[in-house]
């Protein structure tokens, strides 16, 4: 595993093999339950399992976390796409193997372990039976150890891994929030109570495991690399983006890495959702790779790729991410062609769109100045037309900043940061837990809460506009 590429490789089978289960395939990114926007966790495609009929699983599940999008390239390990390896119990194995194979399967000098303050027996089993030296296990609240579906239903500790990349600097007082030192990569969920209405647990019949692991994470650790990004998983995607833009990773500066992470991000993501079937619209996750792919054509301007009217670029880098898939992704391979016109027709179709933008953002600034002459002001452009430019547009408000300082307009930034607020907290509400229910306080669970993705009024707005 350290010394092959891990794409090619597959350490997706290593955590099959640890506990020798069989691997089942990815479930689409696209969820078969209308109440979900996107596959967000390994966990998901097993709601009818929980009804209690295949006893246990692994996968690698390809989930897509917009909740993340800010902190692509910003932090060493989030990204928009990225595969969870997960092994699950639904009724078979408990806390004791779950606890042991996560252990197993992980550098013992390196880790660290989180229980529930409460849950002496995750404790004892990691310390006593697992060996876990008691250093190096720690005790959490329920804000970061107990996991729950929602107010009622099934819930219950979790614990988690963190690798420890500094392990030299001793175990007394130590701070996981610290993430030079910490990166936390495998969570292990322990569902064994339901919370009933008046709030008491009682223990569930059928107890479950849910875990997830990030295999870029993983990669990043086995390959010794200072981030996800520069795994053999992300990187090579990064390699062509900056060979279009004619800049040398290894020497740019950290805002160019951040941006060509971001690119490598946004193309592994948008390559998924397209094969997977979604289709860029305003809606929906349509909008979700909609917007990704307008990131993703921002950022390469920014780094200086020079796409065109005529042509177009992300199909350049998105062939890379076909390359690097394997086998597991097969169906990639099969849609490349498909993948690739849609990709193009969508990027082209956008630069029309930040074309139409210009026109529409020399107006503005022409109507701010004539307004300011008639009422002896100074020339200011509204944060809401700003964030028109940047929303419907694509404009990012530095380059709306830039063509107004040009002319001598302000640009209202506090109403501005107003509107993106709004905003975040609609595509927020995209990234969602599932939901389960126990009736009857008996073992079977279903429902999953309706995903509450508001962004749907907002967008229907912006079809008109860009209509
Ligand atoms: P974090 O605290 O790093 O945001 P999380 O607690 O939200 O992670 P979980 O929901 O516990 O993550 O998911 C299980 C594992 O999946 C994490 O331990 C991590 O390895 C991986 N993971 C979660 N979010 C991301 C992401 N955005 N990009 C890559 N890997 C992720
Ligand atoms: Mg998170
Ligand atoms: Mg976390
Ligand atoms: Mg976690």
Redesign the pocket.
Known sequence: LTSRPISRYQPRCQLALSIGRKVLPSASLVPDDPTVLLTIAGMLQFKPIFLGKVPCATTSQRCIRTNDVENVGRTSRHHTFFEMLGNFSFGDYFKKEAIKWAWELTTLEKSMVTVYEDDDEAFEMGHDEVGVPVERIKRMGEEDNFWTSGVTGPCGPCS?LYYDFRPERGHSDVDLGDDIRFV?FY?LVFMQYNRTDDGSLEPLKQKNIDT?LGLELMARILQKVPNNYETDLIFPIIEKASELANVSYALADDSMKTNLKIIGDHLHAIVYLLSDGVVPSNIGRGYVVRQLVRRAVRTGRLVGIKGDIEEAFLPTIAEKVIDLSTHIDSDIKTRAFLILEELKREELQFVQTLERGEKLLDQMLADALSSAQENSTAPCLSGKDAFLLYDTYGFPVEITREVADERGVNIDMNSFDIEMENQRRQSQATHNAVKLEVEDGGDQAENIRDTEFRGYDALSTRAVVEA
């Open positions: 988690e936390e969570n997830g």
